[in-house]
């Protein structure tokens, strides 16, 4: 009988530490699977990130373009700008030589006439 005693003792043992590692692999499944789904969110919410990353990365480069057509615009602009304040000055630089010359011509003219009739008279 002792024998007994002392298998049903073992056997009683061996069901009650088989019953914890069962519930140890619940467990350990349990944390498995909250760790799995964990893993899914985390990947969703990356995949989330990736996309609007890539919208804010297009939207970016369209505000790029955007803004270098604009500089470009205002570049040909200013040159055009300069073009016409260029022929403005050349015609005010002409027109100056002219009167330049005109003065000259007339104070030359002043000279031999005060200079000549004078004389004749």
Known sequence: MCDVRQVEKQRVELQREMDD??????????????????????EAELQKLRRDLEEAHVQSEAQVTQIRKKQQD??????????QLQKVKQKYVQNMSSATLL??????????ES????RIV
């Open 21 to 42: 590692l069962s519930q140890r692999l619940d467990e350990a499944g349990g944390a498995t699977q909250a760790q799995i789904e964990l893993n899914k969110k985390r």
């Open 103 to 112: 003065m000259g011509w007339l104070q030359l003219r002043l000279y031999f």
């Open 115 to 118: 200079t000549i009739v004078p």
């Open 74 to 83: 205002a570049v040909q602009e200013l040159a055009e700008q300069v073009d």
